[in-house]
């Protein structure tokens, strides 16, 4: 074996592992303890495990807290509409599993920004249209991955 490549592909592993753990750090660093006000201020939608661990992402934390609260289609009608757009699809999506009534009702009178929003997925962060991010949750791609236990 070449050591050179060797090398190389260490380097290579080494700084994308550091790339990975500083995306995990970054979406966990939360502002508050509070996951109304995390929402309405989230930049990135990550839904799923983010990271080279697979943690999951502030957002998606807070959005599950906000599920177990007494009132929470009250909150995620609230958070849909003061929040970030990274936080009004994270209202949409909570809408729609806990309240599926309520999300059709909102989406009847939701015009989607014409936008980008940043998302994050493993270890990549990107950003794609809130219109196609939207069309997943209506799809119920995410709905799967919240009734797993978070990590």
């Known amino acids: 074996m070449n050591p050179v490549t060797c090398f190389g592909g260490w380097k290579a ?3 994308a592992g550091m790339i990975c753990f500083w ?3 970054f979406t966990s660093a939360a502002t508050s303890d ?5 929402l309405q201020h989230v930049e990135s939608f990550a839904v799923g ?9 502030d957002g998606e934390r807070a959005l599950r807290a906000l599920l177990q609260g007494q009132n929470a289609t009250e909150q995620l009608q609230s958070l849909f509409a003061h929040a970030t757009p990274a936080g ?4 949409l999506l909570g809408l729609r ?3 599926r009534a309520t999300y059709e009702k909102a989406l009847q009178v939701f015009k989607a920004p014409e936008i980008e929003v940043e998302t994050i997925a493993g270890c990549i962060i990107s950003r794609a249209p809130f219109k196609q991010l939207l069309d ?7 709905d799967p ?4 236990p978070a990590r």
């Open 97 to 99: 599993v806990h309240d």
């Open 34 to 38: 509070d996951p109304m006000d995390r």
């Open 136 to 142: 997943r949750i209506k799809a119920g791609q995410y």
């Open 49 to 57: 495990g983010i990271g080279i661990a697979g943690t999951t992402s």
């Open 23 to 25: 995306v995990a750090g």
């Open 145 to 148: 991955i919240l009734e797993r």
């Open 88 to 91: 009004q699809l994270y209202a």
């Open 13 to 15: 592993s080494f700084l």
